[in-house]
């Protein structure tokens, strides 16, 4: 890490003395907040994905955020929260490079006030609440940087209300490998067929590594849910689909997946003209002409139908219909 960004009123935090510690030779500069130098307009995201920098930040305002609509993996009530911004990877079809001006990686540090606030939701809350970590990063990705998981893995574990969904595609697992299992956290990999993956995954752990975790996580006794979203219109799209899900459960028995999600690929429109223009030339883009709908770009909704029937039939062979939820 060449740069990394502090917060002053975090300088001393232990979590960040722990993590300058590790990069002694980094250059440190200080700043007020984070967004002074996160949310400036003019900055090249693409440029910065190349060497970005680490800023250790707290979270100040809400934490804890109700999921967008239509996110569901059964519990009642979703919510999401965020211990960091940007990910480790270079996926294409990715919303954060036309969400964020800069690809540099935010971590918020304070842990404690995190977990004040998913109490709160908890103390409030009469049903269920299943909590996404996975929304604005991958949930173990930079695990051996900031210790995440393995200090929620045991605030979790103590609240049987609770669902906690670490969203990943990493093979940095080691944390989960070394803990006791607990019904109510679920390991969520996202998959694409491998050939969909080496072209538009970039810096992701292949299908088979993935596949593979989610063999070992599974048989260890962790909930494990499938995320297939997006979909991605490739060509042979049904052909490898089809092969990767009888693939997946030759190898996971049915009885581990949690859930299954699937959902087109699609950006609001300011978003994907700010992604293609990143990308004018990238393969992702010209397999299916995204069109305007519901003041969304994605594709036609005849193929977007008949993919996720396609998919739903595969899964439907293997897995009861209320495991499998449609993200809209």
């Known amino acids: 890490m060449d740069t990394i960004y502090v917060e002053e009123g975090v300088r001393e935090h232990p979590r960040v003395l722990e993590i300058l510690g590790r990069y002694p030779k980094s250059t440190v500069i200080e700043c007020s907040r984070y967004?002074?130098?996160?949310?400036?307009?003019?900055?090249?995201?693409?440029?910065?994905?190349?060497?970005?920098?680490?800023?250790?930040?707290?979270?100040?305002?809400a934490r804890v955020l109700p999921a967008p609509d239509g996110y569901s993996i059964g519990p009642g009530r979703n919510m999401y929260f965020s211990h960091m911004l940007n990910c480790l990877y270079d996926c294409r079809y990715c919303f954060l490079q036309g969400m964020y001006s800069s690809a540099h990686y935010v971590f918020f540090v304070n842990f404690e006030e995190f977990k004040e606030d998913i109490d709160a939701?908890?103390?409030?809350?009469?049903?269920?609440?299943?909590?996404?970590?996975?929304?604005?990063?991958?949930?173990?990705?930079?695990?051996?940087?900031?210790?995440?998981?393995?200090?929620?893995?045991?605030?979790?574990?103590?609240?049987?209300?609770?669902?906690?969904?670490?969203?990943?595609?990493?093979?940095?697992?080691?944390?989960?490998?070394r803990e006791e299992t607990a019904s109510n956290i679920v390991v969520a990999y996202t998959l694409t067929p491998d050939v969909i993956a080496r072209e538009i995954e970039h810096g992701a752990p292949s299908y088979s590594v993935r596949l593979s975790k989610l063999e070992k996580l599974s048989a260890q006794g962790w909930p494990v849910g499938l995320r297939l979203d997006p979909l991605v219109p490739w060509?042979?799209?049904?052909?490898?689909?089809?092969?990767?899900?009888?693939?997946?459960?030759?190898?996971?028995?049915?009885?581990?997946?949690?859930?299954?999600?699937?959902?087109?690929?699609?950006?609001?429109?300011?978003?994907?003209?700010?992604?293609?223009?990143?990308?004018?030339?990238?393969?992702?883009f010209a397999l299916q002409e995204m069109l305007p709908h519901s003041g969304q770009v994605t594709y036609s909704k005849d193929l977007e139908s008949e993919m996720i029937e396609t998919v739903c039939d595969a899964l439907r062979k293997h897995l009861p219909e209320s495991r499998i939820f449609r993200q809209v």
Do not use: W
């Open 35 to 61: 967004s002074e130098v996160f949310n400036p307009r003019s900055q090249n995201f693409r440029l910065q994905k190349k060497r970005p920098a680490l800023i250790l930040a707290q979270k100040h305002g």
């Open 121 to 177: 939701v908890l103390a409030d809350s009469s049903e269920q609440v299943c909590f996404f970590s996975g929304y604005d990063c991958d949930s173990l990705a930079m695990e051996s940087l900031t210790g995440f998981a393995g200090e929620f893995l045991q605030f979790f574990s103590k609240r049987p209300k609770a669902v906690l969904e670490l969203r990943t595609k990493s093979a940095n697992t080691s944390v989960l490998e």
């Open 235 to 284: 060509p042979g799209f049904k052909k490898l689909y089809r092969e990767m899900i009888d693939e997946l459960f030759a190898k996971v028995e049915p009885a581990a997946i949690h859930s299954v999600t699937l959902g087109p690929m699609r950006f609001p429109k300011a978003m994907f003209e700010r992604i293609v223009k990143l990308y004018p030339s990238d393969p992702l």
